[in-house]
């Protein structure tokens, strides 16, 4: 009984930071219909300025201050990010403002990578709060006892800021229907950077008030991005009441779960918001987001034709070129043309249900690592060859598409999108957690191709023809009826319901696909690899394959290779600066504020400005 | 003869709020039947139910004797029945005669095909239902530049494309210019009378149902108040009091369009 009560209490003390953390995002979203990537981030800054203020301010009021002082300073930050990132991106679709934040991220982590440098850094402890008190005779830290009575007071604060203050009146009134608000002579850009500042500091708090338990490091980032997701997500988008409620569910969930089954903790957690999603699509005290029949922000997509005699024989030509390359180039080249085959494919299908379906997955990295999981298990555990498994790949990762899709779809939106993200999490804490059969952390090694194909340049030919195979195969798709039908689906779901068109089934066969066409993907890079390692399934490669669809191009047919060709092809070179992800956060940043329209998009657009492209009649 | 559509005792309620209280009508074969009442009268509540995005709290929807209450848009569009937004829904991305062609595709059942382009499918049939609405010249314009009265057409020549025997129309003139209005429900009133379409549309100006209904209902607070032709309709004093609040608007109005 005791160790029950100290286990419910170490949960809710756990609860405090991940309410904080996740109360800023969901505020944020509701008011700037922005999902704040970068929040997990302004979480880790909060440890990190915490760490370094308590180093100078002594004592009690040195350590409470410095937590206070964290979470003002990292608001502030917030303030530069919006006003310099965010404030030149509102007006366009609103994933590019995810891909904005996504590059905020990556200049953060390098950012403190330079300030405080890679090593973990060990909380302080809290002055004054350093031993434990006994509960029924179980010790429970008197931190924790702090935490808990501070997170409702902190809880209060906020609700009583949102509900009963002017400030908050306005933002509630913003987060229903933000044109009215500045209609009715509100200042909406400086209401949105107040917004942002209250969210970041928030996150800044969380970051510092954990740090007597969890300590800094450059990982927190990541780790707590997922959790809070979910927290959103179970409570319900834009409900603070709802992200305290889930903060507390997760958190104590979490530890009954190392208790007692230590190897399924994070799997938990993603069951649990399952289950909710299941009977409530909008989270336990959210309400439905509508995502509203204007959706598309920003110029309108152009109407689109198979291409014509000219293009396919110049399609042609670029393949007979590509596909002679073992012949005429080296080793290095042979192999790194084949990863770049392989990502093209992975990003080609992301940006099919994407592009053509509106079908926005953070988690699509869940098929590509799916697929290469599946192919590596079968030939670890059932001796499979390399031709066989190249076909269960891909069907696996469908199989797992059809059943992630049919419980993502119920829900729209950014909830569509948080729980794709959920699931692409859950499948790499199976692969992470269940160490006896995925090697865990150590991952799957010596899937090799079989003997007739371990030449790089004959694994070469089988890539080139499954990828670029698969490629036209998801081109051809986009210009079938099939296509058009998840076209109808996204531009208008009433108008498609209307003429008997159902939506929903049309939505989960292009997930399938899509998965199916990573899945595939996977499969040829485990066996170009010769292992697999649970890193395939986070969600930063979700997010690489995200990012490369929208600077390739999200409205135009060619973005999603072209740009993954594009940057797989640089970060060869560009990894071999120690900060480059401090330059490619700095350069997402500024493609997504001065060339919305991604790599393809902007040369067409030079293209019909140099007289080289007819410019359509109504695109004038 | 049986009538295309039969309503009988239709309700729905929010709450303690009876939005349609017990609505029944009967719609014949050809007919251009109007629904009209004042904001809050319950119109959209009842085309809501009878198009299938709302289910009714008790009553049935009988087409052609089949009770389609509380089924999905989709089943009751293959049922025969077409359909107008008041807000028009276009596909945005496609161009004009790619929106008919959706709706061809979709009669056709050919929604899952892999291997045929789409822009080909169904084309002459979807030229040929623009040429009806007038909107042939317009076929390869991108969807999201045309004007509103385009889209309207546009609309009407989707709805046509499975050769409904029902076209449900959610006032078809909204936010259009006063003489667009007339010349749409004219052009809409003579296709349907060539194909011998049913209608049943909502409408808030009385120019437009006055000069084309056959037939009016009259809608208010949930319930149906009258049911008759033009002029019953025009003279009814109940209608009159609940719509305008007395006088004779109606017949200014109408002398009004004929100036």
């Known amino acids: 009984m005791g160790l029950f009560i100290a286990q419910i209490l170490t949960g809710l003390a756990n609860a405090g930071a991940l309410f904080m953390v996740a109360s800023g995002l969901s505020l944020i979203f509701g008011v700037t219909r922005v999902v704040n990537f970068a929040h997990g981030s302004f979480y880790m800054l909060g440890a990190y300025v915490g760490y370094s203020l308590m180093q100078v301010l002594p004592g009690m009021v040195g350590f409470w201050g410095a937590i206070l002082l964290a979470g003002i300073i990292v608001g502030l930050i917030g303030v530069i990010v919006e006003i310099c990132v965010l404030r030149p991106v509102y007006s366009a679709p609103e994933l590019f403002q995810l891909v904005a934040t996504f590059g905020v991220i990556l200049v953060i982590q390098d950012l403190v990578l330079m300030i405080w440098g890679p090593q973990d850094l060990l909380g302080p402890r809290a002055p004054g709060l350093k031993g434990v008190i006994r509960i029924m005779g179980e010790p429970v830290p008197q931190y924790d006892i702090a935490l808990i009575v501070i997170t409702p007071f902190v809880a209060f604060a906020l609700w009583y800021l949102i509900t009963k203050t002017r400030v908050g009146t306005l933002v509630r009134a913003a987060t229903q229907d933000r044109e009215m608000v500045s209609a009715l002579g509100v200042n909406q850009a400086w209401l949105f950077t107040g917004v942002f500042f209250l969210g970041c500091a928030l996150a800044g708090l969380g970051g510092a008030l954990q740090l007597p338990k969890g300590g800094a490091d450059l990982l927190m980032d990541f780790t707590i991005l997922g959790s809070v997701f979910v927290v959103v997500v179970i409570g319900g988008m834009g409900s603070l009441p709802g992200a305290y409620l889930a903060a507390v569910i997760i958190s104590v969930l979490n530890v009954f779960g190392v208790t007692y089954a230590p190897q399924s903790t994070l799997v938990l957690m993603f069951v649990v918001m399952v289950v909710v999603l299941m009977f409530r699509p909008f989270g336990l005290l959210g309400k439905e987001e509508v995502a509203g029949e204007h959706g598309q922000v920003g110029e309108p997509e152009r109407p689109i034709k198979p291409a014509g005699n000219r293009i396919r024989l110049l399609v042609a030509a670029g393949l007979v070129i590509l596909g002679l390359l073992p012949l005429y180039s080296g080793n290095f080249a042979v192999v790194l043309v084949t990863d770049i085959l392989i990502f093209c494919l992975f990003a080609a299908s992301l940006h099919f249900m994407l592009g053509q379906g509106g079908l926005v997955s953070f988690g699509h990295a869940a098929f590509f690592g799916g697929g290469a999981y599946a192919a590596a298990l079968f030939v670890t555990y059932a001796d499979t060859p390399m031709e066989l498994a190249l076909v269960l790949a891909p069907i696996c990762a469908g199989l797992a598409a059809i059943i992630i899709g049919w419980v993502c779809l119920r829900s729209t939106g950014v909830y569509f999108a948080m729980l794709t993200l959920a699931f692409g999490q859950l499948l790499w804490s199976l692969a992470f957690q269940w160490g006896d059969v995925t090697g865990g952390d150590d991952g799957l090694v010596n899937i090799w191709p079989s003997d007739w194909a371990s030449d790089n340049s004959v694994y070469y030919y089988i890539a080139f023809f499954l990828c670029t195979g698969g490629i036209l195969l998801l081109r051809q798709a986009a210009h079938a009826p099939f296509g058009y039908a998840m076209r109808a689906a996204r531009d208008s779901a009433r108008q498609a319901e209307a003429m008997g068109i159902n939506t929903k089934r049309v939505q989960l066969v292009a997930f399938t696909f899509a998965g199916i066409m990573a899945g595939l993907a996977g499969g040829l890079f485990v066996f170009s690899k010769g292992s697999i390692f649970p890193n395939e399934l986070e969600t930063a490669r979700s997010f690489d394959a995200l990012i490369v669809v929208f600077l390739g191009g999200v409205k135009t047919l060619s973005g999603g290779w072209v740009g993954a060709a594009f940057f797989e092809g640089i970060k060869d070179y560009l990894t071999r600066f120690e900060y480059w992800r401090l330059a490619l956060g700095l350069s997402i940043i500024i493609v997504v504020i001065l060339g919305p329209e991604g790599i393809v998009g902007s040369l067409r657009k030079a293209g019909e400005r140099f007289g080289l492209l007819k410019v359509p009649e109504d695109a004038k | ?259």
């Open chain 2, 1 to 259: 003869m049986s009538p295309i559509l039969s309503v009988r005792n239709l309700s729905r309620s929010f709450g303690a709020i009876k939005a349609v209280d017990d609505v029944s009508f009967d719609l014949a074969k050809g007919e251009l039947l109007a629904l009209i009442g004042p904001n809050g009268a319950g119109k959209s509540t009842c085309f809501n139910m009878l198009m299938g995005q709302l289910k009714p709290s008790s009553g049935t929807v009988q087409l052609l004797g089949k009770n389609i209450a509380g089924m999905q848009p989709r089943k009751i569009w293959r049922m025969g029945v077409g359909r107008t937004f008041q807000i028009t829904a276009t596909y945005a991305s496609m161009t004009v005669v790619e929106n008919v062609q959706m709706a061809l595709m979709s009669f056709h059942r050919k929604l899952y095909s892999l291997t045929t382009f789409a822009h080909t499918l169904y084309r002459d049939e979807a030229l040929s239902l623009l040429d009806t609405v007038g909107m042939v010249d317009q076929a390869e314009r991108h969807c999201a530049v045309l004007a509103y009265g385009d889209l309207k057409r546009l609309e009407l020549a989707v709805a046509l494309a499975h050769d409904p025997i029902l076209l449900l129309m959610d006032e078809p003139t909204a936010g259009m210019a006063p003489r667009e209005r007339i010349a749409l429900m004219q052009l809409t009133a003579d296709i349907l009378d060539a194909k011998g379409v049913s209608v049943l549309f909502t409408e808030h100006d009385m120019d437009v149902v006055f000069s084309h209904a056959h037939r009016i209902m009259v809608l208010n607070r949930g319930q149906l108040i009258a049911n008759g032709s033009v002029d019953e309709i025009r003279n009814n004093p109940q209608v009159q009091e609940v719509y305008l609040g007395g006088g004779t608007l109606f017949n200014a109005v109408q002398e009004d369009a004929h100036a």
